[in-house]
């Protein structure tokens, strides 16, 4: 990435201070982006490609004022990080949610600060962590209102777990290298196949000030900690508006029709 693009990253998500390579660094910028751009996975609805390259993600997130999924959002602040000296690299993780794991779907970014490794997530939709947590088995990590663990487990390696009535499992990171073409092919299976959840339903997510907005298909959700507090049923005469109000996506003639279109509305 260039000085440039770093500074229009920056105010876009209305950074001011300068951020170093530390954990107060670390946290600021994952705070600032995860507050900032949403979650959501309209192309993949609507059967758009969605590109790696960092261009295309830049492009896309900063200079049309769109969120993405994993590969993009933590894809951008990976890229980010590099640039701004973090030692960092990038992961695949297995998605458990369902009961059974998926392939290495996942895309997170691996810190080491001063020996203590993090793992950097902005991109797991209404169970993404509200900031980055340290990868150790030792107790849980309470993060506003969410509490996670690492559990450690023979087959899957490091488990992710937040405590909801019970302990559910996220995914699991095994820590092996991963290089573009681990991360293209899982792009290409997640954002492709009819099996996987996001070319079936449409899906957005953002947090706000001690809560949550979250949409699935046609109903919008606004949480304050794990309580519901407000359902909002969308249809096409509001969905644009909403998208704009809980989103900040300003959806353009052609985003509205596919979406109203792959919604049977």
């Known amino acids: 990435m260039t000085t440039v693009q770093i500074q229009d990253y920056f105010d ?16 600021s910028l994952h705070r600032a982006q995860h507050r900032t751009l ?34 993009e959002v933590n894809g951008l602040l990976l890229h980010v ?17 369902s009961g ?38 030792h107790g849980e990590q309470q993060v506003d209102h969410q509490c996670f663990r690492f559990i450690e487990d023979a087959r899957w390696g490091y488990l992710l777990q937040v405590k909801q009535q019970d302990w559910v499992s996220l995914y699991s990171l095994d820590m092996t290298y991963v290089c573009r073409g681990d991360m293209a092919y899982g792009n290409h299976f997640t954002s492709t196949s009819p099996d996987t959840h996001f070319t079936s339903s449409l899906i957005a997510a953002r947090p706000i000030e001690g809560g949550l907005i979250t949409l699935l298909d046609d109903m919008l959700k606004i949480r304050m900690g794990n309580e519901e507090v407000k359902e909002v049923a969308l249809t096409k005469e509001n969905v644009a508006e909403n998208f704009k109000r809980h989103f900040d996506i300003q959806l353009d003639a052609s985003q509205l029709r596919d979406i109203i279109s792959k919604l049977g509305w």
């Open 12 to 27: 876009k998500l209305g950074i001011r201070e300068q951020i170093k390579p530390t954990v107060a660094g670390m946290t």
């Open 81 to 97: 990080m590099d640039c701004l000296g973090f030692t960092v690299r990038p992961l695949l993780a297995r998605v458990h949610l």
């Open 38 to 71: 949403p979650f959501e996975n309209l192309d993949v609805y609507v059967g758009k490609a969605v590109k790696l390259d960092i261009e295309a993600i830049f492009e896309k997130l900063v200079r049309n004022h769109r969120g993405g999924y994993c590969f």
């Open 100 to 137: 059974e794991p998926s392939g290495r779907s996942h895309q997170v970014t691996l810190a080491t600060i001063d020996d203590q490794q993090w793992i950097v997530d902005a991109g797991f939709g209404a169970n993404t962590p509200r900031a980055p947590l340290k990868l150790t088995v």
